[in-house]
């Protein structure tokens, strides 16, 4: 009865377009007042909680924050750049280093649409120019950047920890091979269909060139070092790391690339000046740049989108975990599994079912949702059938890849059919050969746990032995 | 005046964001640079992050951030269209309304048990009234939003779509690229 009002109310309220966030609070508060006998002070106290008890979720606003600085048009050009002069040179070079600088801004952004939207913006076009057909350049790109999610750090991992108590730490290390093995998928078919059409090759860059643009896009690279370094190490947890990677994007924005803020756009060496002066004139730029951005537009511009973007994806999470919190009090995660168990599912069948369940899911929600709502009800089966929880975010999070290629709110296609200005269909048709890549891997990775958790146990064994000395 | 509100609004949800991130920054360079800490951060830094996201919500409305299906209501049309906004706004005062009188209820009795936060000498009634804060700023623009509705000047909430703003972004970048003074005072 409560679950069947629960989940009732919850769609009703979400079809006639309350804010996802609202029709989750409202659901829950509903069903606490109908059914249940707990007090309305105690829900107050359990909302208060679930903004200020998970220090996890302080990531979220820090990865955001670091991803604002960095999604500029800016970096995006320095890592495309850095990617052609390693890859430039194979047949179908430039959509191959497409797909490089996807994997590489993925690595600075936890977002998928913005990895489609900078990346694209400049790649598509080029590769249209080089004699690429425009559908094939759009669905690479489109196909490339759901990397986003998947290659730490990504917003929806730790959304995912915070729902379900896993370490967030474990879940950025088990996305590296399974992004890095979907980049290497992607490429090799690249360089099949490029020698069955004889697409065309750049010439070699050469090695001045890659180490030039290596430099150059080491600056937004170096995110991942701090985030991967500290976490993998065990220096810092998922949140210090983020918080670090914040302030280096706002320095490595404002001061270091010069791409916004009071200093935008000053040379670090004028032609013909001496090196000292040249010093001398940068560390003073680089003292203004820190003065002045507190009371610079672009900077506040930037933070507040941060902030946006932050809240309401807090606010979602601290409303859903409302909705958790009755489903666990009405034991309806248990229920399902022990039915789930009875009915003698095995746990292939029981993946298979969730990879269904969620295609279909994240064809109507944005990835968050689909796993804030998803994942409480799904992990206690997992957990019965003895399935690892680590691996089950990991299937979780590619399958939300998939759905944000497919209609009717796959975010990539609305990014991709925006920047070449053609229709959200012809974007679903461009994105769906190279879907099949996604598919493939998604089978891979759903039945070959190892591939997930050979990294998280690697690490777990080094650290043990190192305490044991 | 309300253009005013709306700056203090915009800086204080900054500052609580740039503060936010400061403390837990500046804790692990001390952790890790000087092997000291600081031992009320984490619980500042969980409250000043509760007052971001329950100051925050009611300034999401305001700028059409909050997410929502809105697949089915784009099929509507004229006064039915108009009639389920009210409906959902309705529905929405109700989620503040039941919320705020919960969280009255809730600071009252920690008002009356008169304890303070674990390591700073702050009451915890005050501590937490960001949640009565949060539906009551939250009702406020809601009972706006609906008299907007109600006199035909929307027609129900405003939306992110994450994909325009995306593009949005990129659009925005490229004229100041373009016009390298644009955006700058």
């Known amino acids: 009865m409560v679950t069947a009002f629960l989940f009732a109310s919850l769609f009703f309220f979400m079809i006639i377009g309350m804010p996802v966030a609202f029709s989750l609070g409202l659901a829950s508060v509903l069903s606490v007042v109908f059914f249940s006998s707990d007090s309305l002070a105690s829900l107050a106290l359990k909302f208060f909680q679930n903004t200020s008890t998970k220090y996890v979720l302080l990531a979220v606003p820090f990865f955001i924050l670091a991803s604002a600085f960095l999604t500029t048009g800016g970096v995006a050009q320095r890592l495309i750049r850095f990617a052609t002069a390693l890859v430039g040179h194979f047949r179908g070079g430039l959509a191959m280093a497409s797909v490089l600088a996807c994997t590489f801004f993925a690595a600075v952004s936890g977002s998928s649409p913005a990895t489609v939207a900078a990346i694209g913006s400049i790649c598509i076009a080029a590769m249209v120019r080089a004699g690429y057909s425009q559908t094939m350049a759009t669905g690479v790109v489109m196909n490339a950047g759901t990397l986003g999610i998947l290659i730490p750090p990504s917003i929806v991992m730790i959304v995912y920890a915070a729902a379900t108590e896993v370490s967030a730490a474990k879940m950025f290390m088990a996305g590296f091979i399974p992004g890095l093995m979907i980049t290497a998928m992607l490429l090799v078919t690249i360089y099949v269909v490029a020698r069955v059409r004889n697409l065309p090759a750049l010439p070699f860059a050469g090695l001045q060139e890659i180490s030039a643009s290596a430099l150059s896009a080491f600056g937004g690279l170096f995110l991942i070092v701090i985030v991967l370094g500290s976490i993998y190490g065990g220096i810092a947890s998922p949140t210090e790391a983020a918080a670090v990677s914040a302030v280096y994007a706002f320095l490595i924005a404002v001061v270091g690339y010069r791409d916004m803020g009071p200093v935008r756009g000053t040379p670090w060496r004028k032609p013909d000046e001496a090196l000292p002066a040249s010093i001398v004139r940068n560390l003073a730029l680089t003292v203004k740049g820190i003065a002045l951005s507190p009371f610079d537009h672009e900077v506040r511009h930037t933070i507040l989108e941060g902030a946006k973007v932050s809240i309401m994806l807090l606010f979602v999470i601290a409303n859903a975990m409302l909705f958790a919190h009755v489903l666990t009090t009405e034991r309806i995660p248990q229920t399902i599994a022990e039915a789930v168990t009875n009915a003698g599912l095995s746990p292939l069948m029981f993946l298979l079912l969730i990879n269904v369940l969620m295609l279909i899911a994240g064809n109507f929600m944005e990835p968050s949702g689909v796993i804030l709502i998803l994942a409480p009800i799904l992990f206690p089966i997992a957990i019965e059938l003895g399935i690892d929880p680590i691996h089950l975010g990991i299937i979780m999070v590619v399958n939300m890849e998939i759905g944000l290629l497919t209609p009717p709110v796959g975010l990539n296609l609305f990014v991709a059919a925006g920047i070449t200005k053609k229709s959200l269909l012809w974007a679903a048709k461009a994105a769906l050969p190279w879907l099949a890549v996604l598919l493939t891997a998604l089978i891979v990775i759903t039945y070959t746990p190892s591939i997930s958790l050979f990294l998280p146990d690697l690490i777990e064994q080094w650290r043990t032995q190192s305490v044991a000395q | ?185």
């Open chain 2, 1 to 185: 005046m309300k253009a005013l509100l709306e700056a203090v609004e915009e800086t204080l949800i900054g500052l609580l964001l740039v503060a936010l991130t400061l403390l837990v920054f500046v804790e692990v360079i001390l952790r890790f640079g000087f092997g000291t800490g600081v031992i009320w951060a984490q619980e500042v830094s969980l409250y000043l992050g509760a007052w971001f996201i329950l100051i925050g919500a009611s300034y999401a409305l305001r700028v059409g951030a909050h997410i929502a299906v809105d697949a089915v209501v784009n099929l509507l049309d004229g006064p039915v269209k108009r009639a389920v906004a009210v409906l959902a706004i309705g529905l929405s005062l109700l989620y503040c309304g039941i919320l705020a009188v919960a969280a009255w209820e809730y600071l009252g009795r920690m008002f009356q048990l008169g304890i303070e936060m674990e390591d700073v000498a702050i009451p915890r009634w005050l501590g937490q009234s960001a949640v009565l804060l949060c539906f009551l700023l939250l009702g406020a623009r809601l009972v706006a939003l609906l008299l907007a509705v109600l006199r035909g000047e929307a027609d129900g909430f405003k939306h992110l779509d994450e994909a325009q703003e995306a593009l949005d972004a990129l659009a925005e970048h490229d004229a100041q690229t373009k016009q390298p003074d644009a955006g700058r005072k």
